[in-house]
């Protein structure tokens, strides 16, 4: 799995806003941030920060993104070498997710 090299901070940010919101229970809390490390334990990391910035200015251009999905989705352009026909990419955000399949991925997740 590759993945933006700051992926694991959006993956326990989310969470971590459920919690202060007084969403998630504390046990779910720590379960949350558990998981990442595993899944980090079996992944590679795009760092190449100033080409995925570059592609990232693209995206933002073109479509209705965040700028840290932006950033995320600029990295999976460059590790697919910009061709990223046939290759996943997960997701359960509907604009992120949006923009991927705009760009030619084929998303997982279930987004809605």
Do not use: C
Not at 15 to 30: F, I, K, Q, V, W
Not at 37 to 65: F, K, M
Not at 92 to 106: H, M, S, V, W, Y
Request: charged share 25%; aromatic share 8%; hydrophobic share 45%.
């Amino acid at each position: 799995m590759l993945v933006w090299f700051l992926t694991r901070v959006e993956v326990i940010a989310a969470p971590g806003r459920r919690a202060r919101e007084s969403s998630l229970m504390p046990t779910e809390l720590h379960k949350s941030k558990e998981q990442p490390a595993l899944l980090e334990q079996g992944w590679s990391e795009v760092i190449a920060t100033e080409r995925v910035r570059d592609r990232a200015y693209r995206l933002l251009d073109n479509r209705p993104l965040r700028a840290a999905d932006s950033l995320q989705l600029a990295a999976a352009l460059l590790a697919s070498e910009d061709n990223p026909q046939g290759l996943g990419f997960v997701t359960f955000d509907q604009r992120l997710g949006a923009a991927a399949e705009k760009e030619r991925f084929t998303v997982l997740g279930g987004y809605v």
